[in-house]
T-cell receptor
Framework: GNSVTQMEGPVTLSEEAFLTINCTYT??????LFWYVQYPGEGLQLLLK?????DKGSNKGFEATYRKETTSFHLEKGSVQVSDSAVYFC???????????FGTGTQLKVEL | GAVVSQHPSWVICKSGTSVKIECRSL??????MFWYRQFPKQSLMLMAT?????????EQGVEKDKFLINHASLTLSTLTVTSAHPEDSSFYIC???????????FGPGTRLTVL
């Protein structure tokens, strides 16, 4: 079956630090890959997505590249801000489908 | 655009009662809606998928008679937790998708506490 594994948190960084949250997946076929963000007290929001190998999704300074050879979709940001503090979820949906499988989420805390 | 609302945002009920949670797509038609359950500091667990006008498809291990899902229109789906017990206390989240795309739009969630 499909599964998503992401690094455990919480991750605590200083403002302007570089961020990497690792995500690897197991899936048959060619899934689409997503990063969702959940700010405190809010619902999940789509942060970025990639639908095929070597695609790079990007939004709000975050980016992730679909690496089929390593089955990974690591989230990166060059300089985090306090406002980036949230829980980040990596997810996949099978090719041609829309049923999402989520990772366990990684809490990010950015301090001044 | 693509806003999904849930009502209520939180609810407290007594054990044995039933609770209905509404999920609405406000500015688009949702051909498919999904219901998730999220435990504290854990991931979202898909409970069921519903398509407008048809019966919901439940994930393995989810009791369909306990978690009743109705998707009566392209903008509304409801989840009813029947005969709720304290172990049903959780954060319930819905999402909506449109045909031809694999993107889901999530509601803000409903916190259910069963006493």
């Amino acid at each position: 079956g499909n599964s998503v594994t992401q690094m455990e948190g919480p991750v605590t960084l200083s403002e302007e630090a570089f961020l990497t949250i690792n995500c690897t997946y197991t899936a048959t076929g060619y899934p689409s890959l997503f990063w969702y963000v959940q700010y405190p007290g809010e619902g999940l929001q789509l942060l970025l997505k990639a639908t095929k190998a070597d695609d790079k999704g990007s939004n709000k300074g975050f980016e992730a590249t679909y690496r089929k050879e390593t089955t990974s979709f690591h989230l990166e940001k060059g300089s985090v801000q306090v406002s980036d503090s949230a829980v980040y979820f990596c997810a996949l949906s099978p090719g041609g489908g829309n049923k999402l499988t989520f990772g366990t989420g990684t809490q990010l805390k950015v301090e001044l | 655009g693509a806003v999904v609302s849930q009502h209520p945002s939180w609810v407290i009920c007594k054990s044995g009662t039933s609770v209905k949670i509404e999920c609405r797509s406000l500015d688009f038609q949702a051909t498919t809606m999904f219901w998730y359950r999220q435990f504290p500091k854990q991931s979202l667990m898909l409970m069921a998928t519903s398509n407008e006008g048809s019966k919901a498809t439940y994930e393995q291990g989810v009791e369909k008679d306990k978690f009743l899902i109705n998707h009566a229109s392209l903008t509304l789906s409801t989840l009813t937790v029947t005969s709720a017990h304290p172990e049903d206390s959780s954060f319930y989240i819905c999402s909506a998708g449109t045909g031809g795309t694999d993107t889901q739009y999530f509601g803000p969630g409903t916190r259910l506490t069963v006493l």
